[in-house]
């Protein structure tokens, strides 16, 4: 989920609250906040704190939530997660480290450390080596897997074949979501589960409607419905998000401001892309 700033930039809790429920109502069943869409990096950890709250109390009985509360540092994201916990979210999603590049075994220590400080907290692993600049390898996931409360991955690099080995050396009930739209249909032929999505805020129904058609054994209408949204899932990565995203959200009439420097304005080709394409599907 984006995070919706006013013109002063501060956060906009009230329309963060309105999109909340807007989402949970088209097809979204649990809903990441403060994740990398919801520019975690600008964000304080009070902001986030608070967000956590107010996302919370508004889907209450129709979403999950997901905090994200991972950080380069493995103390930080211990305090972030604990506090989190105790509002009794659904989970956290914590990030592979960044900058520092970890081995493996750091890797290891640093999730295991979080998952054993808050061990009645479902944890969601989150790889992105191309924002990281490092991989979480498919054995360390499989001894992360071991952990109890490590329950999932947000596998985001792209790679069909890492997949496939986290898919062979994980448990049945260990879940995997692909962490890009356009790869969704794909990772679920190989084992994934679902999407956490930032084409969501567009056409959560859809997505959910070609997920449901997969698991349905309905594959032809799930690729009828992968091609269609194609374009839209790669106009809303033209540019970093969530700067796409929360463009096109904008042009819906959302008040959801602009991103957080270092992130800025899209570009005036980004924004014709972004017109042209959510004209094609209807969404203007």
Known sequence: ??????????????????????????????LVVCGTTGESPTLTWDE????????????????????GT????????????????????????QVVPYYNKPPQEGLYAHFQAIAHASPDLPMVLYNVPSRTGQSLQPETVAKLAEISNIVAIKEASGNLDQASQIRRSTPTEFEIYAGDDSLTL???????????????????????????????????VATQIHLQLFPLFKALFLTA?????????????????????PLCEPSTEVTHTLKSVMTELGLL
């Open 241 to 261: 998000n969530p700067i796409p995203v929360k463009a096109a959200l904008n042009l819906q009439g959302w008040s959801v401001g602009s991103t957080r420097l």
């Open 48 to 67: 986030e704190y608070t967000l956590f709250q107010v996302v919370q109390q508004a889907v209450a009985g129709k979403a999950k939530v997901i905090a």
């Open 1 to 30: 989920m984006i995070t919706p700033f006013n013109g002063d930039g501060t956060v906009n809790y009230a329309v963060a609250e309105q999109l909340a429920v807007h989402l949970a109502d088209h097809g979204t069943d649990t």
């Open 70 to 93: 991972g950080s380069n540092s493995t103390q930080e994201a211990i305090v972030a997660t604990q506090k989190a916990d105790k509002l009794r979210l659904d989970g956290s999603l």
């Open 186 to 220: 794909p990772l679920m032929a190989v084992g994934a589960k679902g999407v956490v999505s930032v084409a969501s805020h567009l056409v959560g129904t859809q997505l959910q409607q070609m997920i449901q058609a997969f698991e349905s054994n309905q594959n032809s």
